[in-house]
């Protein structure tokens, strides 16, 4: 899928290094991305408008940053990719996704840091497996697909052995450290922070209910 990338940038001092990150974000979920933060300085505004209405216009989606609504041109683009029958994408929509590839990293880190026991080791061996498969697969997602869809399609995938590991042991044990470094974090952590572990909290909440739905359905 080729997605425009639209957000703020008249104004903002530091969009170039902010639409760069979106881009690398989302080149790593498979997508081709159109960045027009990339474009030389020395245009009149109509004429980079020019441009970037017509690149919108050969993309399949805009996707939409959190300050798009702040910006004259971001919005003009929007209402063009809504004539035009484009797919509109916004961060809300990699919100699942984000939480998972979060919990494949942190899981696979804490597996690789510790030197277990021969039991242990095989559990460790599992999670490394398992976070690099499943973030494989979130990389060629067809993105033409709900989130969900998507990540019903990884599960899946799964040996019936291993879908229940993914969840007992992968999704639920994520889940419960979440709202251990919520605990922890209360009193010391940056608001920021605390809004993140929030939504990863929330949103694990939600993949173990979809897993473990579908998991009931098929018992």
């Known amino acids: 899928m080729k997605i425009y990338l639209s957000g703020k940038i008249t104004g903002d001092a530091n969009y170039r290094q902010k639409f760069g990150s979106m881009e690398k974000e989302l080149l790593s979920y498979g997508y081709v991305v159109f960045n027009p933060a990339i474009l030389p300085d020395g245009f009149e505004y109509e004429d980079y408008m020019d441009l ?17 609504k702040n910006s004259p041109g971001a919005n003009r683009e929007y209402e063009e990719a809504k004539r035009l029958g484009l797919r509109i994408l916004t961060e809300e929509d990699l919100r699942i996704r984000r939480t998972l590839v979060q919990l494949c990293r942190d899981s696979k880190r804490i597996a690789e840091a510790e ?22 697969k979130i990389a060629s997602f067809n993105h033409f ?18 879908k229940k590991f993914f969840i ?7 889940d419960k450290q979440i709202e251990y470094d919520m605990i922890d974090t209360l009193h010391g952590a940056e608001f920021d922070e605390k809004v993140r572990l929030a939504q990863m909290y929330s949103t694990t909440a939600e993949l173990i209910e979809l897993f473990k739905g579908k998991m009931d359905k098929a018992a």
């Open 52 to 68: 970037d209405l017509l690149i919108l216009s050969r993309c399949d989606a805009i996707f939409l940053m959190r300050d798009w």
């Open 115 to 136: 030197d277990y026991e021969e039991e242990g080791k095989s559990w460790a061996d599992k999670i490394i497996k398992l976070s690099d498969y499943v973030e494989s």
């Open 145 to 162: 697909l709900s989130e969900e869809d998507n990540l019903l399609e990884v599960f899946e995938s799964f040996e019936p052995e291993l």
């Open 168 to 174: 007992e042991e992968f999704i639920s044990d994520s």
